[in-house]
């Protein structure tokens, strides 16, 4: 196993749900497995759990994540300061989007 994904929180009466998603093994980044992932279990979520928004969160410092979603088509939405702390250190979370008409 090289990392985990899941669809949660899904909410039937506005078509929502959230996305967590982790490659926690560093030899498998960058080989278009976090891509893939994600285009599968959103077309699973759109398809399958009826959903007709997906949303999730990522540290804003990440920008390898932040350049996955965007190209599953993923928009950034917004920003909350501050709101993640990791040895010690503050970090923005950036909020992302994507409606089931945007998946690339």
Do not use: Q
């Amino acid at each position: 196993m090289i990392g985990s994904v899941r669809v949660r929180d899904a909410e039937p009466e506005t078509g929502a749900a959230e996305l967590d998603l982790r490659i926690g093994d560093k030899e498998y980044w960058g080989r278009g497995y976090a891509t893939d992932t994600v285009r599968v279990i959103c077309r699973y979520g759109f398809a399958e759990m009826r959903l007709h928004r997906i949303r999730l969160t990522v540290v804003a410092e990440n920008t390898a994540a932040i350049r996955v979603y965007e190209k599953a088509g993923f928009i950034v939405e917004g920003r909350e300061r501050e709101a993640f702390r990791r040895n010690g250190t503050w970090h923005d979370m950036v909020i992302m989007g994507l409606l089931e008409g945007d998946l690339r």
